[in-house]
């Protein structure tokens, strides 16, 4: 069964910053990971991806403030969160993609809270 997991969740002051992270029980290495999110009444929003080989997107939301990367060694992928707002309010889903396109997992999300 593999597993997917995001952490580093929790409530952060508007302007503030926030660290979530995707490990998962499968070699990340191997997978594109993506960060979805999804605000309350609101459908899933697609936020940041980085490629098998470090390569990183990100959606015009949240260029600039947001940061993805890989820790191959930990077999963690982080997205820094800086000068939130409260619009990035949301449930912080990751998604691996198998490189050759053959598999993909979700997790089960991490809560961002941002408000005074």
């Known amino acids: 069964q593999v597993q997917v997991v995001e952490s580093g969740g929790g409530l952060v002051q508007p302007g503030g910053s926030l660290r979530v992270s995707c490990s998962a029980s499968?070699?990340?290495?191997?997978?594109?990971i993506d960060w979805y999110r999804q605000a309350p009444g609101k459908q899933r929003e697609w936020v940041a991806a980085v490629t098998s080989d470090g390569s990183p997107y990100y959606a015009d939301s949240v260029k600039g403030r947001f940061g993805i990367s890989r820790d191959n060694a930990n077999n963690v992928v982080n997205l820094q969160m800086n000068s939130l707002y409260p619009a990035d309010t949301a449930i912080y889903y990751c998604?691996?993609?198998?490189?050759?396109?053959?598999?993909?997992?979700w997790g089960q999300g991490t809560q961002v809270t941002v408000s005074s």
């Open positions: 499968i070699n990340i290495f191997d997978y594109h």
């Open positions: 998604k691996a993609t198998h490189f050759s396109g053959s598999a993909n997992y």
